[in-house]
């Protein structure tokens, strides 16, 4: 038996699978990778990677905000060149989702939610279209802690340039810089004239670059780094409101229930400070670069109205208010003895720091002197 005769009877030559002719595709596959490299064969850091920098397509199916973006890139003609890239048969899609994660901590609310999605463009000379961006309308509440998605990034023929971070800059001061990981969207470029260096983390400093970065910082650097300070003051606003509408409430019950002198003067003196802090809330004038998400802003003044009208009321009530509580006394008391009592009260709510102590007290001193009816003494 010769050499060959003995290989054919032991070796097995599989017989590739028929494929149709007009199939275009390439296959990678790692092996030989050498110590100290080993991220290369982890399977979650390898999709990653991909679906961040590849060519890859957003997944629309549940994602209705999303779909602008293609709708908008092919009414300008710049439909994106995307390949359908498998990892063991798994197809990866860019990893931009509606929810956003903000918080890694449990027991509160830790994401966001992509409303809707808002576009900035610019033009070269000739008329041609530079570049064209998009970004999510979140609540700006936190920095987005998914590094996949989170920043602003920039894509020449649709494959990614650099990371989350290399528009920082173009945020403005190094205390700004930060916001740029406020935000998820994506800048597709589309001149010839920037040009990616050598390691693609960037691109080369030229002066095509340099006109880049001008015409983007008119949006990032002059509007999405002032964001998060204004969303701050509308929350800031909003809770300011609450708490003042609460107070309102819970004073506007004391008066109700029956005051004294004494009660009256710390009520107008806690109104006067709800008007105080009602004056300090800034009223909310509305973000062009937003609309959506503060399409209510127009809404704030008469919020505001709605808290001055209610501080004026309730001053008016407590100026005027005859509701004392002696009168909730039994009538059959002799009047002597009311006296004394509005003279107890008095005390009570003047020497007791604890309004709810010395609102209970009284209520407890009421209830005693009430004779009870007969059907409660049964």
Avoid at 153 to 160: A, D, L
Avoid at 328 to 346: A, D, G, Q, W
Wanted: a negative charge; charged letters at 35%; aromatic letters at 8%.
């Amino acid at each position: 038996m010769t050499l060959i005769e003995a290989i054919d009877q032991v070796v097995l030559e599989p017989t590739p699978e028929e494929e149709e002719s007009n199939e275009h595709y390439f296959e990678v596959i790692l092996s030989g990778i050498i110590e100290g490299h080993d991220n290369l064969l982890d399977i979650d850091d390898i999709q990653d990677y991909l679906s961040q920098v590849a060519p890859v397509p957003l997944n629309c199916t549940n994602l209705t905000a999303f779909k602008k973006i293609n709708e908008k890139l092919e009414k300008l003609g710049k439909i994106p060149e995307e390949f359908n890239v498998y990892l063991n048969g798994e197809q990866i899609y860019k990893p931009y989702k509606l929810q956003i994660r903000i918080s890694d901590k449990k027991g509160e609310d830790n994401t966001d939610l992509v409303k809707d999605i808002s576009f900035f463009e610019d033009y070269k000379e000739n008329g041609e279209l530079f570049f064209l961006g998009w970004y999510g309308e979140t609540e700006l509440r936190a920095m987005i802690k998914d590094h996949n998605v989170n920043g602003l990034r920039v894509r020449k023929g649709n494959i990614q340039i650099g990371d989350n971070r290399t528009l920082d800059s173009f945020f403005g001061s190094e205390s700004n810089q930060r916001f740029n990981r406020w935000f998820i969207g994506e800048i597709y470029v589309f001149d010839d004239n920037l040009i990616p260096n050598g390691r693609r983390d960037d691109f080369e400093k030229n002066e095509t670059y340099f006109k880049f970065k001008e015409a983007v910082e008119k949006t990032t650097k002059q509007q999405l780094a002032k964001l998060p300070y204004k969303f701050s003051e509308i929350r800031s606003n909003e809770k300011a409101e609450r708490e003042i509408s609460q107070k309102l409430k819970k004073l506007e019950a004391n008066l109700e229930a029956g005051i004294t002198e004494t009660e009256r003067k710390q009520i107008l003196e806690q109104v006067d400070e709800l008007e105080k802090k009602s004056k300090r809330i800034k009223s909310k004038s509305p973000v062009k670069i937003q609309p959506n998400l503060l399409q209510n802003d127009n809404n704030q003044q008469p919020h505001q109205d709605e808290l001055v009208s209610r501080i004026n009321e309730l001053k008016d009530k407590a100026q005027s208010s005859k509701n004392f509580i002696v009168n909730k006394l039994p009538s059959t008391l002799p009047r002597e003895c009311r006296k004394v009592m509005s003279i107890v009260f008095e005390v009570i709510d003047r020497e007791l720091p604890d309004e709810k102590q010395a609102k209970e007290l009284r209520e407890h001193i009421v209830e005693s002197l009430t004779p009870k009816s007969k059907e409660n003494k049964r």
